[in-house]
């Protein structure tokens, strides 16, 4: 196994973080990907309840001994979730590691820290990983431009975006955006992270909840078949490219507004995707990582081919190469 900083303080064996992604992030996931080594990442929202997030952490425990974490997504909205209640059944089922993404993560800090829970944050710029630092989180996640869901306005892709972070960051730094495989581990150590978070990989698993056509779909694709919604609302967001995402590009690109497109984009849509494999019922999620996929693996056999990897290219092609 690779160890890292993120590794030893986070408890876990292969730096390898699979991404909370929303309808994506449940327990048979999660508990995969942890039960081979890696943090699996349960994704609070998903759940309608806590009660039903209870129930979720409950179902990971009795796959898997290993530890694995909850994701809690913070965004503004008019009728925001009852994060207080997602936060105290985290608390309560004993969770040690928690994601957070979104918005200021400072509201959940103290008690997440009361509880001996740490938290790692994902971040797609630098100013807000040194001010999620300063804010004083465990980790940091760094986001780049490749990345799927959204990447921020930086437009920095990671690799800029992770040495700039590097250079600021002290506590433990995963990079985010464009990671499959070995290679990209090997490259995101060599540019001063300390492990790396993958969604579209994980997506294209046999575990991931997600309807086998969108996972065939995956494989066929390339590093071209997305499209970046939402640029002129300064909101953008990297999902797959079919005749809705385009739609919603040409209706924003010609003058329109939120509310023109709404339908368009409604979450009960995009979920209609994963349930039924329909790849033009709505927007659906997914990075420029989906050039790099080409199988439908479990999620054991991933993390273990990504670590194997990465260690025969460290102490192989690499250490060959000095001369």
Request: proline share 5%.
């Amino acid at each position: 196994m690779i160890s890292t900083k993120f590794t030893e303080a986070f408890g876990i064996e292969a730096p390898i973080v699979q991404g909370g992604m929303q309808w994506v992030g449940r327990a048979e996931l999660a508990a995969a990907v942890s039960d081979a080594g890696g943090l699996g990442l349960i994704t609070a929202l998903t759940q309608p309840t806590p009660g039903d997030l209870a129930n979720e952490i409950a179902r990971a425990r009795d796959l898997t001994d290993k530890p694995f974490g909850v994701n809690l997504t913070i965004l503004p909205t008019i009728n925001p979730p009852p994060y207080e209640e997602y936060r105290q059944v985290i608390v309560d089922a004993g969770i040690t590691i928690v994601e957070t993404a979104g918005s200021n993560p400072a509201a959940h800090l103290p008690i997440f820290h009361e509880h001996g829970v740490k938290v790692l944050h994902k971040c797609t710029s630098v100013r807000h990983a040194v001010k999620a630092q300063d804010l004083g989180v465990d980790g940091i996640s760094i986001d780049g431009f490749e990345c799927a869901g959204h990447p921020g306005e930086d437009d920095i892709p990671g690799l800029v975006l992770i040495p700039a972070a590097a250079r600021q960051i002290d506590i433990p730094m995963i990079a985010s955006g464009g990671f499959a495989d070995g290679q990209g581990l090997v490259a995101a150590l060599a540019l001063g992270a300390d492990g790396i978070n993958m969604g579209s990989r994980f997506m294209c698993t046999v575990e991931s909840p997600i309807h086998q056509k969108v996972k065939e779909a995956i494989v066929a694709g390339n590093e071209l078949g997305t499209e970046l919604i939402f640029r002129t609302l300064r909101n953008t967001g990297r999902v797959a490219s079919n005749t809705v995402s385009r739609e919603v590009v040409e209706i924003l690109n010609r003058g329109g507004q939120f509310e023109d497109i709404a339908e368009l984009v409604a979450g009960k849509r995009g979920v209609k995707v994963y349930e039924t494999g329909d790849l033009e019922a709505g927007i659906w999620w997914i990075g420029t990582a989906m050039g790099l996929i080409d199988d439908i693996p479990t999620a054991g056999e991933v993390v273990t081919r990504i670590v194997e990897e990465a260690e025969l290219i460290i102490g192989k092609r690499l250490a060959d190469a000095i001369v």
